[in-house]
């Protein structure tokens, strides 16, 4: 904090009304309604409501569309972070070195970023096209028998590429001011020590790396969780059966198109218990990282 | 620093792969949204440019019946305008204004109030989209751009950018403003706000880009046609696509999907120093 | 022109640490003051206290017999220079010294004329347009003191400004200083670690140490005669030598090392454990002889104008520091004899450090 603050009755209070006037009406009141909701159970026409406590929790976690959609959700969010951590690594690493056109592959590499998750499953849902897709033929062709409309790993597939095609942009402009952050005298020391550029990078570029990659685990995980709500509903809408729905898209899914309050809520409460585990183990390591 | 001539060629052949990667799903998208929806329906997606490019083009920004419904992506583009601006200019004055009395003021409630700031951070507005919808709908804010808006900044993501970008301005600033007579409001106004105008110019294009590609709570929000933005739009062109034993309008598709990506890509190209400036040094 | 009177004044910080234990201070009129200390001894604190930027705990401090403690830092009637200079980088130098005028309240031509002439004083004329960015050190000094002199303030506070500058600007820098000063005749207040700048720029020096001041006097009375063990050592370049010793029963001389004489005219009780204070300078080279120092030379610098011997004597390798005039060629493992008038020579209690 700061050395010297002001001391001021009136001022800082008009200076954080705006902000805390809207998280009151859209986040804490919303919230509130979430959880209160999780606790009752509408009759079908949303006439009446009781109050039930725990039924709602101990229903979808005893759902098997629940725990399929859970697991579909953990195994999604690692792979997608996975995935597009080490492509946009390999690339940053290369892109690091060049000297002859470093600019252009940069801004090349960098502008997906501004590409919408919808945006990114029309396209995917265009070359997965069976009726002109692109890479659909191209599947086929080599004898896969690839149908993602009717098999859930070949959808799985389809969906985790577009989600890693999106997400790569913005890992690479992370691992790449990452790289540029490492002292050139460090990186030329190395050269004089190791001739392999593929054990300097294990043994020195990678470690130097590890705050940048820990920290952007967590922002793609945040990312698979929340943000590929887009790809999802404009690709595959959960199908076949549902078997690509994240935890996010089902609780849309039950709410709004099943109009099921009590059960989306506690679906959501769950999520929010999940989230806030992510965020307070992030901000944990922030907090350390300053003490390096 | 020394390379071989095969780490060199190996560098460019890797860059190379990896741009193509990037860029080939949305030029194919580009050239087939030259061509009608027979060529595309019969000879599938194309590599090159076609000739119904204005066509195509001029038909979905001014003709409603294009998009399927009862707006034009002309105005679902200015929709999207209202929204990314909007978004990214409320965002920038309201967490400038709570991180400046949360990091300069020593004050009674400072503790709690950042606790709740903090908690917004933990629960993204997608996980609470059932209750926020009831929320806007009980305040009458349905298909208004404030309930479109307002919502989204709950979010405390750039009160603590600027709440970081403020804690590394030197204490003696404040302490020689002071000594020149400076108030608080005086000193925000005087020095701190000009003073972060390379992060604000910084974080409101991160947030424009940002408030442009939302799509989730646009779709719960907006019932009515005359508030889609273009990214709900590609949407709506997209359930629409097989309606009604018609040829399926691919190529308006992908022209829609086309028109909603060039702004938001034209933004970050552009600014490419200010925005990467921005995103890195303000998540860290 | 004002005074500034500090009166029992003490810091707590609300974790419990007490960076300024009672100190009392009473600066005259275009006094040109400078407190003097190791890091953490206070006299930053000090400083801020006398501005503002600082609660006092207890105690209190005027400026011309008007009680600050409550007075806001801009209503003090002061100006301050900071160590890493404080400009506001978004605005050119003009609007740098302008500020606080624009925000008292000054004519447009009123601003205008007193930033000329702070200007012309400081050659800064041809840099107003500029921004801070685009100065070099010293002349981001410059302007950081021509926002403190625009305000013609009653008191300056300088936070050790020259320290961020390299050792030949920081010597012109000074002298400026001092001549600015002497000029304005404004009462100052400069907080430095270190000693060559407190010398000589203070018309007092105030010797701080652990939130005490230690002594307060004028640069030679601190010199020559340092309240504490730790003001003897903290001013002087090289440091004084320290060596224990017992006082004769007849009250003649002092013994240090093994069986070393030193001639004494103090008054002090015989058989006392002292501590022997004897600054390098005074060491003067003589013929060998019983009861002299007799040392060995471990080591040498020659700085041109002087020479440093660094020595070991006696069975103990009591260590000294020799400073001579001039180049000599000592070689290493010489002999040397050494002895020192009786008046130059320094008596501390050897357990509170206070001068005898």
């Known amino acids: 904090m700061k050395r010297v603050q002001f001391e001021h009755s009136a001022v800082p209070y008009l200076f954080v009304a705006p902000q805390i006037l809207i998280i009151s009406i859209f986040f804490l009141w919303p919230a509130a309604q979430a959880l209160y909701q999780s606790f009752l159970l509408e009759d079908a026409f949303g006439m009446s409501s009781q109050f039930v406590w725990f039924r709602n929790f101990e229903d979808v ?21 996975v995935l597009s951590i080490a492509i946009s690594l390999f690339l940053a690493v290369r892109a690091d070195e060049v000297i002859r056109g470093a600019k252009s592959y940069k801004t090349l590499l960098m502008w997906g970023y501004a590409i919408a998750p919808p945006v990114a499953g029309l396209l995917g849902n265009m070359l997965f096209n069976p009726l002109m897709g692109d890479l659909y033929f191209a599947f086929n062709s080599f004898g896969f028998e690839f149908n993602h409309i009717e098999n859930a790993n070949d959808a799985a597939f389809v969906v985790i590429l577009i989600a890693v095609w999106k997400q790569v942009s913005v890992n690479f402009i992370f691992f790449l001011s990452g790289l540029q952050g490492i002292p050139k005298s460090v990186q030329e020391a190395a050269t004089l020590d190791c001739k392999s550029p593929e054990r300097r990078f294990w043994t020195i570029t990678f470690p130097l790396l590890a705050p940048t ?60 218990i999940m989230v806030s585990i992510l965020t307070v183990f992030q901000f944990r390591f922030i907090e350390r990282k300053v003490h390096y | 620093m020394y390379q071989s001539k095969w780490r060199i060629f190996t560098n460019h052949a890797i860059l190379i792969l990896g741009a193509l990667f990037m860029i080939m799903p949305v030029w194919i998208a580009f050239s087939s949204s030259s061509y009608t929806p027979e060529y595309i329906f019969q000879n599938g997606l194309q590599f090159w440019p076609g000739a119904h490019f204005f066509d195509n083009y001029g038909a979905i920004l001014f003709d409603p019946s294009a998009t399927k419904g009862r707006v034009t992506a002309l105005e679902m583009l200015f929709n999207s305008m209202v929204l990314g601006l909007g978004f990214a200019i409320g965002k920038v004055i309201i967490s400038m204004m709570a991180a400046y009395a949360i990091v300069y003021f020593r004050f009674k409630l400072a503790v709690p109030i950042f606790w709740v700031i903090f908690s917004t951070l933990l629960l993204p507005l997608e996980v609470r989209i059932v209750p926020s919808y009831e929320v806007v709908a009980g305040l009458g804010l349905l298909n208004t751009y404030t309930g479109l808006i307002l919502p989204l900044i709950a979010s405390a993501t750039g009160t603590f950018f600027f709440r970081q970008f403020y804690r590394s301005v030197p204490d003696e600033l404040l302490e020689a403003a002071r000594l020149d007579g400076a108030g608080p409001i005086r000193f925000f106004i005087d020095i701190l706000v000009p003073l972060s105008v390379t992060m604000i110019a910084a974080i409101f294009i991160i947030m424009f880009v940002v408030g442009w590609n939302q799509y989730l709570w646009p779709l719960l929000m907006t019932t009515d046609d005359q508030l889609y933005t273009i990214v709900i739009g590609i949407k709506q062109v997209y359930n629409s696509l097989y309606e009604g034993g018609q040829i399926p309008q691919f190529p308006k598709a992908f022209a829609l999907t086309i028109m909603a990506t060039i702004p938001p890509v034209l933004v970050v190209v552009v600014f490419q120093r200010m925005f990467v400036k921005g995103l890195v040094e303000t998540e860290k | 022109m004002a005074t500034v009177t500090i009166n029992q004044a003490e810091k707590t910080y609300p974790n419990g640490y007490k960076a300024i234990h009672g100190i009392n201070l009473a600066i005259e009129n275009g006094e040109f003051t400078v407190l003097v200390g ?40 002061i100006a301050m220079v900071f160590q890493n200079y404080a400009l506001y980088p978004h605005m050119n130098n003009y609007n740098n010294m302008a500020y606080g005028l624009r925000n008292r309240g000054y004519s447009k031509s009123e601003i205008d004329n007193k930033v000329r002439d702070a200007a012309r004083i400081l050659q800064l004329e041809e840099l107003l347009e500029r921004k801070p960015g685009q100065l070099s050190g010293g002349q981001r000094q410059r302007v950081a003191m021509g926002r403190a002199i625009v305000r013609q303030p009653k008191v300056f506070l300088f936070d050790e400004p020259l320290s961020n500058l390299d050792a030949k600007l920081r010597v012109d820098m000074r002298l400026e200083i001092k001549n600015l000063q002497q000029r304005l005749g404004i009462t100052s207040v400069y907080v430095t670690h270190d000693q060559v700048e407190a010398m000589t720029l203070a018309d007092r020096l105030i010797v701080m140490n652990g939130g005490v001041a230690e002594q307060i006097g004028s640069p030679i009375e601190i010199y020559e005669k340092p309240a504490t063990q730790f003001v003897a050592g903290f001013i002087g370049s090289p440091a004084m030598n320290f060596l224990t010793g017992t006082v004769s029963d007849d009250r003649t001389h002092v013994t240090v090392g093994d069986g070393v004489k030193l001639d004494l005219d103090h008054d002090v009780e015989a058989g006392r454990t002292v501590t022997v204070g004897i600054r390098p300078e005074h060491l003067t080279l003589v013929d060998a002889q019983e009861g002299r120092i007799n040392a060995e030379v471990r080591m040498v610098e020659s700085l041109g104008a002087e020479t440093l011997a660094y020595l070991d004597f006696g069975a103990n390798a009591d260590s000294v520091t020799l400073r001579v005039q001039g180049t000599h060629q000592f070689a290493k493992n010489e002999k040397l004899s050494l002895s020192v008038a009786a008046d130059k020579i320094h008596l501390f209690d050897a357990q509170s450090g206070k001068r005898i």
């Open chain 1, 61 to 81: 976690l005893s759902s098997s569309s629940w725990s399929r959609s859970a697991i579909f959700t953990v195994v999604f969010s690692v792979l997608v972070s």
């Open chain 1, 213 to 272: 990659t820990f920290f952007l685990l967590v922002i793609n995980l945040t990312y698979a969780f929340f943000e590929t709500f887009g790809i999802i509903d404009v690709s595959t809408k959960g199908a076949p059966g549902g078997s690509t729905a994240t935890l996010v898209y089902k609780v849309y899914v039950d709410g709004f198109l099943g109009a099921d309050m009590g059960g989306s809520a506690a679906q959501s409460v769950l999520l929010m």
């Open chain 3, 38 to 77: 190791p890091s953490g001894c206070g006299k930053s604190t000090l400083l801020r206290m006398i501005a503002g930027l600082e609660g006092i705990s207890s105690g209190e401090i005027s400026i011309d017999d008007r009680v600050v403690n409550k007075v806001a830092p801009a209503d003090r009637d």
